[in-house]
């Protein structure tokens, strides 16, 4: 009988760090770490986020066109620290023939009815600095916003990036539509609550959706032409990370850009965008 309330004891012992060891979304530190596991990886691992869609052109006093299939993936590697993360990510999506599915080389602009090459997105880096100073870690409901839906909880962040842009109309007049980029990007995070809440879990499941709004890409040299591109995409987190993407994608960055099957090992800036590529291609002469 001893023996056996010895084993009791210890196995209370044992179990009582685990039973400890809860998550609450009230406090802020535990709701911070939330969207780490949600964006990343809490235990520092690599993720993958993969994401399909469409691109349309919204035109004044037009009807939208269906311009482009879309397909991208984010891959990041999570680096914890005491609050917040920083992640560290390169990220490629991929302008579709969006009745064949074909990543497209060349295209013919059904709104110009000029052929162009087309230049894909291949962001390099991407990182993110999810670090907080002590004084705004009690705001970060407000910082990093979420609705509660029941059985899941989306983490939604709506993003209005305006800032003098890359591809001044003075020299860059063919494909820029204006001196100062503006544009929306609506992200939301879907994952469930009872994930959230397994604090044995490191990374949880996600389902995505990315919806953009923004000037014409260069490429498709609309020059200052009215109008706006709408992206409309979504997706999920992968469990199987880079080797899970569909074999198109893989195939492609690997012949193109291998080095895309792995995050950065480490922190550079700045932020690679589309503009900011055109611009170096174009200022090298690879873009005619």
């Given at each position: ?32 770490n939330a969207f780490m596991r949600v964006r990343g990886d809490a235990g520092g691992g690599v993720t993958v986020y993969h994401w399909t ?236």
């Open positions: 009988m001893q023996n056996m309330i010895l084993v009791l004891v210890l196995w209370l012992l044992c179990l009582s760090p685990m039973i400890a060891q809860t998550v609450d979304l009230s406090k802020a530190s535990d709701y911070l869609g469409s691109v349309y052109s919204m035109i004044p006093g037009e009807k939208r066109t269906e311009l482009f299939g879309f397909e991208g993936f984010n891959i990041a590697k999570t680096v914890p620290g005491a609050s917040g993360f920083t992640l560290l990510t390169r990220e490629a999506a991929f302008f579709k023939d969006y009745r064949s599915g074909e990543i497209l080389e060349t295209w013919r602009n059904p709104l110009t009815n000029i052929e162009v090459p087309v230049l894909h997105i291949w962001n390099d880096p991407v990182n993110q600095d999810m670090n907080f100073e002590s004084d705004m870690i009690p705001y970060i409901r407000q910082i990093l916003p979420s609705t509660d839906l029941g059985d899941e909880l989306v983490f939604n962040l709506e993003i209005f990036p305006f800032y003098a842009s890359p591809l001044p109309r003075k020299e860059y007049a063919e494909f820029s539509q204006s001196d100062t980029y503006q544009a929306a990007e609506f992200f939301q995070f879907f994952s469930r609550k009872s994930d959230l809440l397994n604090p044995a879990l490191r990374t949880v499941p996600v389902t995505l959706t990315w919806n953009r709004i923004s000037p014409w890409m260069p490429f498709m040299r609309m020059g200052d032409r009215a109008g706006s591109l709408v992206f409309v995409c979504r997706g999920r987190k992968l469990e199987g990370g880079f080797d899970a993407l569909p074999k198109q994608i893989k195939d492609y960055v690997m012949k193109n850009k291998p080095e895309y099957a792995a995050p950065p090992e480490e922190w550079s800036e700045p932020n690679e965008t589309s503009w900011t590529y055109f611009r170096k291609l174009f200022d090298q002469g690879l873009i005619k």
